[in-house]
């Protein structure tokens, strides 16, 4: 079956256009994202603003016409932290359903850790001792997912750590001052070790990082101009390197940051904070590197609608 699969996060709504075939795996035909920072002033107001409504609306309109063009069989749709944080959730969820033909999910953050593990470690081997962890840093929560690939979790979490709610809480600055990022720092080791048991942490043997932050980071260090996803999926980013590319990004204003080869553009404003939260999570797992992945939820959600 041919599906495409959209994701409502809270700084990129993406698209998926996928085969699944009957053994469950999937051919990627075309993946779309677009910034559309729908979780911006939710941390504060608890509110989708119209302005994000109407951006996200866009976007999904354009997804409608690519799986169209595509001959997509099956349009779906799943919506993370910002639309289930908001008290108007609903009022995009229902327009994407009237108008796009899109069937949206709004789905927690145990349903997000599951799907985003399946995708991200559906081509992958087991590690050679311990766990898999997968990492998946959005705009409003973090997730963090181990077991052993092919099989269910053994231990996930969601937690409220992103890109798009800690610069907001944090970055008031441009460029962030040196206070502002060891906040940010202080705060999401806290969260991540409240919420990831020292035994699940020591059980870990290999990492992998998905979306936005890490795919941009491994782009960066790529120095990847046109991104090529193919050069993306596998790269391995030493916890140095990572340590690198933040102080580059914080030592310079969004605007000079938009410049910087591998980094889409619309992703400048929020980078600094997702790089601090995977770079925190790396220290206190005690893991050297991660491996980059191109799949992520989108992949997992594509699956698990067509089984």
């Known amino acids: 079956m041919r599906i495409a699969v959209a994701d409502l996060g809270t700084n990129s709504t993406r698209l998926l256009i996928g085969d699944v075939e009957p053994d469950g795996t999937l051919a990627q035909v ?3 994202t677009t910034v559309t920072r729908l979780g911006e002033g939710v941390d504060a107001t608890g509110r989708l603003a119209p302005a994000a409504i109407d951006r996200v609306a866009a976007a999904v309109g354009e997804y409608r016409a690519l799986a169209d063009a595509a001959g997509a069989q099956r349009r779906s749709a799943v919506a993370t932290s910002a639309v289930r944080e908001s008290a108007n959730g609903a009022e995009l969820t229902d327009l994407l359903r ?13 349903e997000e850790a599951r799907l985003t593990f399946l995708g991200a470690t559906a081509s992958r081997a ?5 766990d ?9 929560s973090t997730e963090f997912v181990a077991g052993a690939p092919g099989t269910p979790p053994a231990f996930h979490v969601s937690t409220r750590l992103g890109s798009v709610r800690q610069t907001e809480r944090h970055l ?3 460029p962030p001052h040196h206070d502002e990022l060891e906040a940010l720092a202080d705060e999401a080791c806290e969260i991540i070790a409240a919420a ?67 980094l889409l553009p619309d992703r400048a404003p929020t980078i600094v904070a997702g790089v601090v939260i995977l770079v925190e999570a790396l220290r206190l797992f005690g893991v050297r590197d991660c491996e980059v992945s191109e799949a992520d939820i989108l992949d997992g959600a594509a699956v698990d609608a067509v089984s």
């Open 30 to 32: 075309a993946r779309h």
């Open 98 to 110: 009237d108008r796009h033909g899109f069937d949206v999910r709004t789905i927690d953050g145990d």
């Open 126 to 130: 087991p590690a050679r001792e311990g």
């Open 132 to 140: 898999t962890l997968v990492i998946d840093i959005g705009g409003g």
């Open 172 to 174: 008031h600055h441009d």
């Open 196 to 262: 990831v048991p020292a035994a699940v942490r020591e059980r870990i043997g290999a990492v992998v990082a998905c979306a936005g932050t890490a795919t941009s980071l491994a782009a960066i260090d790529l120095e990847s101009e046109p991104y090529d996803p193919d050069a993306v999926d596998g790269h391995r980013l030493e916890l140095a390197t990572c340590e690198r590319i933040l102080a580059r990004l914080a030592q310079v204003d969004v605007d000079h940051r938009r410049r910087i080869t591998g």
